[in-house]
């Protein structure tokens, strides 16, 4: 089963600073990466899609790949206090549409 | 946007009862998806659907069934509850499976089983 593994478990930053957010995983034939946001009592909300190796930007998130070192990160330019929530990345192999989640980053991002 | 609905959105269970959380999605997406959130686990998949009649076991099937008896209906049946499953259940549709597939999810159902 794929491991997914999110660090850190908790960010503060103050409104404005990038943030950056990590996911590592176990199974180096995952194909198909997600960052999902969810606020509060809220449900999933995704922010960034990405299949191959390099960057991917969607506004102000920014998701880099790099499969040989078997890592997907996220980083968010210019955070408001209205980011603040927990981020969730997400992985699936090929020919298999099951998503498996880390489990989460909760950031806060301070006025 | 898909649109993915949940009932209902709290439930309080007793221990041994059966419950049914349903799950109801817009735009005639093919699969569909129950997940349940604890702390520490993310999300972990419980049964899953390729279309009306199909059922699939996840990753944490035990406990559980489910029953797809249309394209926009799912639900996840607890048949004997017990206080281990209690969580937040999250329903997910999605496309046809593809580089370009996203999983949309619903609003969650907080269940507590006494």
């Known amino acids: 089963q794929q491991k997914v593994q999110q660090s850190p478990e908790s960010l503060t930053v103050s409104e404005g600073a990038m943030a950056s957010l990590n996911c590592t995983f176990s199974?180096?034939?995952?194909?198909?990466f997600r960052w999902y946001r969810q606020h509060s009592g809220k449900g999933l909300e995704v922010l960034v899609s990405?299949?191959?190796?390099g960057e991917k930007e969607e506004g102000r998130f920014t998701a880099h790949l790099n499969r040989a070192s078997l890592h997907v990160s996220l980083h968010i330019r210019e955070p408001q206090p209205s980011d603040s929530a927990v981020y969730l990345c997400?992985?699936?192999?090929?020919?298999?549409?099951?998503?498996?989640f880390g489990s989460g980053t909760k950031l806060t991002v301070e006025p | 946007e898909a649109a993915v609905t949940q009932s209902p959105r709290n439930k309080v269970a007793v221990t041994g009862g059966k419950v049914t959380l349903s799950c109801n999605q817009t735009?005639?997406?093919?699969?569909m998806y129950w997940y349940r959130q604890d702390t520490g686990h993310g999300l972990r998949l419980i049964h899953y659907?390729?279309?009306?009649?199909?059922?699939e076991k996840g990753d944490i099937p035990d406990g559980y069934k489910a029953s797809r008896p249309s394209q926009e209906n799912f639900s996840l049946i607890l048949e004997l509850a017990t206080p281990s499953q209690t969580s937040v259940y999250f329903c997910?549709?999605?496309?046809?499976?593809?580089?370009?597939?996203?999983?949309?999810f619903g609003p969650g159902t907080r269940l507590l089983v006494l």
């Open positions: 997910a549709s999605g496309e046809d499976w593809g580089l370009q597939d996203t999983q949309y």
């Open positions: 199974d180096g034939t995952s194909d198909n």
């Open positions: 990405i299949f191959s190796d």
């Open positions: 997400a992985m699936s192999r090929p020919n298999y549409n099951v998503l498996y």
């Open positions: 735009n005639n997406h093919n699969n």
């Open positions: 659907s390729y279309g009306a009649g199909s059922t």
